[in-house]
């Protein structure tokens, strides 16, 4: 055993002392710390001073009535029945607020992605609102990803796991073609030549498909 | 008691036991609750007396304690020992009614070598090893002094300790190693010769 092993074995054992002390030490730990503290005189010393600290442990609590407390504690069960069992996903006791604020706990995560996709849905109506006095020039551009002679636009929306070529499928297979995207909330901009409600039905029988928009008429915003 | 009760006693004895205890007292099993908690009343007291002096309080934790038990029995899912669930229970009862008391929680004194000079109650205690390991134990910091008493008269394992007090086991492991240097300090006089 080289000396960063050595003081390595020294820094577990010394570590593990006090569980060594009281037996709670188990399997491969105990095994390691056993040896190394055969062969330490410190190590040795030191469990010493720890059985001994041990054995000068105190005695009952004085001055406690346990049958004064009991029947004290008693009457208080009547207004207070035992709780029915709970399914362990949601036992307080059980699940610290670490745990409940972990990025994979299903509880607040399937939470959030509703309010993620209701909010992405409010976004597209607002896209798809009618053109008002103060827009009504809108239509008069295009925007940058809109391909020229496109007549109808989508907004799409896919799975995040989707692969590239199940995407691409899609889209064929929708008679739509990717004239833009996607953008920082993962949408997609198709340009379609026939009708837009069509090019809308087939891609929203998809399943991997989770938003699928009309985007107005020559990708008006 | 009848019959019922004097085998009630004998399941409480095991880890396995306990669990069962529980299980009937999430039934409303009364008998079961009175077992378990003639078998926590003596331990826990001990737990909390080196947390509060006063017998009132430590009753009074004791009975919120084992009142928490009856009324959340069913959601105990045997994930961890009853003992360590019951002790998790104690610790934060004992912090909660510690805070509301205002009574230190964190009693660390200013200067440790004043303790022997200082407090003439100390001095008395050295002249018993037990009594002077209690004295110093008292001087630790909450957290240390309860992950040592868990440790040392209590037998838990740093896992069950860390579930109990809600932290990493290496903090555990780093609690004992600083309680372990202080009561060495501390008693060093009383350690002499007994090693």
């Known amino acids: ?221 | 008691m009848d019959k019922r009760a004097d085998d009630t006693r004998m399941t409480a004895r095991t880890p396995e036991g306990e669990a069962c205890l529980v299980g009937r007292i999430a039934a409303g099993d009364r008998i079961a609750f009175d077992t378990l908690y003639r078998a926590y009343f003596p331990r826990l007291g001990r737990f909390l007396q080196r947390m509060t002096r006063s017998s009132t309080l430590i009753e009074e934790i004791v009975n919120d304690t084992l009142l928490v038990v009856w009324r959340k029995a069913a959601t105990f899912n045997g994930s961890s020992k009853v003992s360590t669930w019951i002790f998790a229970i104690a610790y934060r009862r004992a912090c909660k009614a510690l805070q509301a008391l205002d009574e230190p929680v964190d009693a660390v004194p200013d200067d440790v070598e004043g303790i022997a000079t200082d407090r003439p109650e100390w001095q008395f205690a050295q002249l018993q090893l037990t009594h002077a390991v209690d004295a110093a134990i008292a001087t630790l910091p909450l957290a240390q002094r309860t992950a040592f008493q868990l440790t040392f008269y209590h037998d838990m394992s740093y896992v069950e300790i860390a579930e109990i007090m809600a932290c990493p086991v290496n903090t555990i492991k780093t609690r004992l190693f600083h309680a372990r240097k202080r009561l060495a300090l501390l008693l060093e006089d009383q350690l002499e010769g007994r090693q």
């Open chain 1, 1 to 221: 055993m080289n000396q960063h092993e050595s003081n390595a074995a020294h820094g577990e054992a010394q570590d593990a002392l006090p569980w060594l002390a009281n037996g709670s030490l188990a399997g491969a730990e105990l095994e390691r710390v056993q040896a190394h503290v055969h062969g330490c005189a410190t190590c040795r010393a030191e469990l010493a001073l720890l059985h001994t600290l041990r054995a000068a442990g105190p005695g009952p609590a004085p001055g406690l009535d346990m049958e004064a407390a009991l029947s004290r504690l008693m009457p208080q069960l009547d207004g207070q029945e035992p709780a029915l069992p709970v399914q362990p996903d949601s036992l307080p006791v059980q699940r610290s607020w670490r745990v409940r604020l972990a990025a994979n706990d299903r509880s607040w995560l399937r939470a959030a992605v509703a309010m993620q996709c209701c909010a992405i849905a409010v976004l597209a109506v607002l896209l798809l609102r009618p053109a008002t006095s103060t827009d009504a020039q809108a239509g008069d551009y295009r925007v940058l990803g809109a391909a020229p002679g496109v007549q109808h636009g989508l907004i799409v929306m896919f799975k995040p796991a989707t692969p590239e070529h199940e995407l691409r499928r899609i889209v064929l297979g929708s008679g739509a073609r990717i004239v833009g995207g996607p953008t920082a909330t993962g949408a997609w901009m198709l340009g379609a030549d026939e009708e837009a409600a069509a090019v809308m039905a087939r891609l929203r029988r998809e399943p991997a498909v989770t938003l699928a928009e009309p985007f107005g008429a020559e990708g008006r915003p």
